[in-house]
């Protein structure tokens, strides 16, 4: 059996002559199937070898930037936690030292978390059980009035913030409803 080289590489003599008896007897050549075209094209050569291994990379690359995108909203979740117990801590330390506690508390996650967007975090505090929702401060005229005066020995201070949560991949986002990160701490003023 000879084998020669045309522009199509190299071919096998027979092959070539019964496909050229085939349509000349007016038979039609029946398509090949598509395992049978993938081993036609690695055969002949290098065609078609970036296809195939796109194919067999694409869902590598895939998990890897789910993981990385898993990764930088967990990431922003710890921070957001470990800022909120500070924020918290702060509070019921400074009790009865300051007329702000809740500017205290806020600027004290905002340090606590330099990851983050400040300007995306909103803040609702409770000092013992009076609510102070989507508020960053809310100053008295002492620190025995309003809500530093709430802040008394033995009662709770509760922290809670929210930060939005980023789903991005290539530029896609691919948040659901405006999904947030929420954290809260609750801390024990002495």
Same mark, same amino acid.
């Given at each position: 059996? @000879?084998?020669?080289?045309?522009?199509?590489?190299?071919?096998?003599?027979?092959? !070539?002559?019964?496909?050229?008896?085939?349509?000349?007897?007016?038979?039609?050549? +029946? #398509?090949?199937?598509?395992? +049978? !075209?993938?081993?036609?094209?690695?055969?002949?050569?290098?065609?078609?070898?970036?296809?195939?291994?796109?194919?067999? %990379?694409? #869902?590598?690359?895939?998990? @890897?930037? $789910? %993981?990385?995108?898993? /990764?930088? *909203? &967990?990431?922003?979740?710890?921070?957001?936690?470990?800022?909120?117990? &500070? /924020?918290?801590?702060? *509070?019921?330390?400074? *009790?009865?030292? @300051?007329?702000?506690?809740?500017?205290?508390?806020?600027?004290?996650?905002?340090?606590?978390? #330099?990851?983050?967007?400040?300007?995306? %975090?909103?803040?609702?505090?409770?000092?013992?059980? %009076?609510?102070?929702?989507?508020?960053?401060?809310?100053?008295?005229?002492?620190?025995?009035? /309003?809500?530093? $005066?709430?802040?008394?020995?033995?009662?709770?201070?509760?922290?809670? +913030?929210?930060? #939005?949560?980023?789903?991005?991949?290539?530029?896609?986002?691919?948040?659901?409803?405006?999904?947030?990160?929420? +954290?809260?701490? @609750?801390?024990?003023?002495?």
């Amino acid at each position: 059996m @000879t084998t020669q080289t045309d522009s199509h590489g190299p071919t096998n003599v027979l092959e !070539r002559n019964s496909a050229r008896e085939a349509a000349s007897a007016g038979s039609r050549i +029946a #398509p090949r199937s598509f395992p +049978a !075209r993938m081993r036609a094209l690695l055969r002949n050569g290098d065609e078609g070898n970036a296809l195939i291994e796109f194919a067999l %990379i694409l #869902p590598v690359l895939l998990l @890897t930037t $789910g %993981i990385m995108i898993f /990764g930088v *909203a &967990m990431n922003n979740y710890l921070q957001l936690t470990n800022a909120v117990s &500070m /924020g918290a801590r702060t *509070a019921a330390i400074n *009790a009865q030292q @300051t007329k702000d506690p809740c500017l205290v508390a806020s600027n004290a996650i905002i340090a606590a978390a #330099p990851g983050l967007n400040s300007s995306l %975090i909103t803040f609702n505090f409770t000092f013992n059980g %009076i609510p102070y929702p989507n508020q960053s401060s809310c100053s008295s005229s002492s620190v025995n009035t /309003g809500a530093a $005066g709430n802040l008394a020995s033995g009662t709770n201070v509760t922290v809670n +913030a929210t930060y #939005p949560l980023n789903l991005s991949v290539f530029g896609k986002v691919f948040n659901q409803n405006n999904a947030v990160l929420s +954290a809260s701490s @609750t801390e024990l003023v002495q």
